[in-house]
């Protein structure tokens, strides 16, 4: 802990900038994952299968009932405004699915883009952090006495290595983090369009068969 606050502490004030931006880096972390994970997911397979079985039974008001005990999740609330004009006709059916559908995915997509531009960032500081620290060390060297060269080429190198390692530290986890959570919102993403897809017509047969009541 010692080295890394000495590290810190001769890295300049560029540090401070790259550690805000690691904070927020770590907060949005936080965010998506406790969204994407524990609000916006949900068991696709089995809550679907569920579903089919309830529409087929024809069923409909506990297959609304069911989406209500997931009020958070993102495909219960696609399913349940499909459900919801269940007894309309095919137009309505596919409208209001395409409507929540447009709702839910920028819920689920966003600030997940966030932590790559936030990796960015952190390396460009980090680079201009090197590029400011290895300024400093040549200008030291023009005005420093012969005898204290040598320790102004070390701090300003200090200052350009320090920042550098810094902005890298930050921003590859937030780089590996945006990845993964792009991963998870592409699979939430790609579970309501499967589903819905599915859900639409299965009430669209079911209205065919004369199933409406």
């Not at 997911?41 to 409909?60: D, H, P, T, W, Y």
């Not at 008001?61 to 269940?86: F, S």
């Not at 960015?120 to 023009?142: D, K, R, V, Y």
Request: charged share 15%.
């Amino acid at each position: 802990m010692q080295a890394i606050a000495e590290a810190f502490s001769t890295g300049g004030g560029w540090m401070y900038v790259i550690a805000l931006v690691s904070v927020i880096a770590v907060g949005v972390m936080v965010e998506r994952f406790i969204f994407l994970f524990f609000k916006y997911n949900i068991n696709a397979k089995a809550f679907m299968s569920q579903i089919q079985k309830l529409v087929m039974a024809n069923n409909i008001d506990r297959a609304i009932k069911l989406c209500n005990a997931a009020p958070n999740a993102a495909l219960p609330k696609v399913i349940k405004a499909g459900l919801t004009r269940a007894n309309k006709g095919e137009m309505e059916i596919s409208n209001a699915i395409e409507e929540a559908t447009l709702e839910v995915v920028p819920i689920v997509s966003k600030r997940t883009p966030l932590l790559g531009g936030l990796a960015n960032i952190a390396t460009l500081l980090g680079l201009l952090g090197t590029i400011i620290g290895l300024i400093q060390a040549f200008a030291a060297l023009e005005s420093a006495a012969p005898d204290a060269r040598a320790a102004a080429l070390a701090r300003g190198i200090s200052v350009a290595m320090n920042t550098t390692a810094f902005g890298l530290i930050v921003a590859i986890p937030s780089m590996g983090a945006q990845m993964f959570m792009a991963a998870v919102t592409k699979k939430i993403l790609d579970e309501i369009d499967q589903h819905s897809v599915k859900l639409e017509n299965l009430l669209v047969a079911r209205i065919r068969s004369g199933g409406v009541q």
